[in-house]
């Protein structure tokens, strides 16, 4: 039987399809992860325009659930090699995700312009505000009816800036920052990223530092936890 997730608003199906995997890091059996030919096959996301675009995120999320849990396994069992080989599968999906999902992007271009509008360094918000822009348009391949409010909002947070006011400016990127917030489950795909890396790092052989690998590991795991208010799963129709 299919399941289709929904969420109330529009949701990014990778975090949505983590909600029954991210229980795994307390699991010691890689057979015990939901295997990757069980994601769902039909998904209702509001937000969201391409259902093959949400079907690959799908299958991306569970998959690097699936590495991560094979590695702490492996770690379990004394093979350094393996755990080391599944943590490199799960960075590269891990980096696919982030380099293809724009709302990471936008969240954190967005914070760091408000932050130069606080600062009264107006000069560089308005640099900052071409690549926010050329974000948004990614971003409406997915989400078009968020990426046009995002934008709306962003061009009204120019105008004050270039009205002097500041204050109120600072305040509508932060109702961009919401709203996106909102829309998307966040999946901290930066986090996970420098985790992984650290794992790697540590499973070397010029550094190979087991403890230290595994604290990362479980840190990425327990990163990928989902929220789960609003979220609705029931049989496909």
Do not use: C
Request: net charge negative; glycine share 6%; hydrophobic share 40%.
């Amino acid at each position: 039987m299919n399941t289709t997730f929904t969420r109330k608003p529009a949701a990014v199906i990778l975090s949505i399809i983590l909600l029954a995997s991210t229980t795994a890091m307390a699991v010691t059996s890689a057979e015990a992860a939901q295997p990757p030919n069980s994601v769902v096959e039909a998904v209702t996301t509001p937000g969201w325009d391409s259902p093959n675009m949400q079907r690959i995120a799908a299958h991306s999320g569970n998959e690097i659930v699936h590495h991560l849990t094979a590695a702490h396994e492996a770690i379990q069992k004394g093979d350094s090699g393996k755990a080391l080989g599944e943590v490199e599968a799960a960075n590269r999906l891990n980096d696919s995700v982030m380099q293809s999902m724009p709302y990471t992007d936008v969240q954190e271009d967005v914070f760091n312009a408000k932050g130069k509008l606080a600062m009264q360094e107006n000069g560089r918000f308005y640099d900052d505000l071409l690549p926010i822009y050329a974000e948004l348009d990614d971003m409406e391949v997915y989400a078009p009816q968020v990426a046009q409010k995002a934008r709306g909002k962003v061009k009204e947070a120019e105008t004050m800036a270039r009205k002097g006011q500041n204050a109120e400016a600072t305040t509508k990127l932060k109702e961009v920052m919401d709203d996106i917030s909102a829309t998307a489950i966040f999946l901290p795909v930066g986090y996970v990223h420098g985790q992984l890396e650290a794992a790697q790092n540590a499973l070397s052989e010029q550094h190979r530092d087991v403890a230290t690998a595994k604290t990362a590991i479980d840190n990425s795991l327990k990163s990928l936890t989902a929220f789960t208010e609003g979220v609705v799963v029931e049989p496909a129709s």
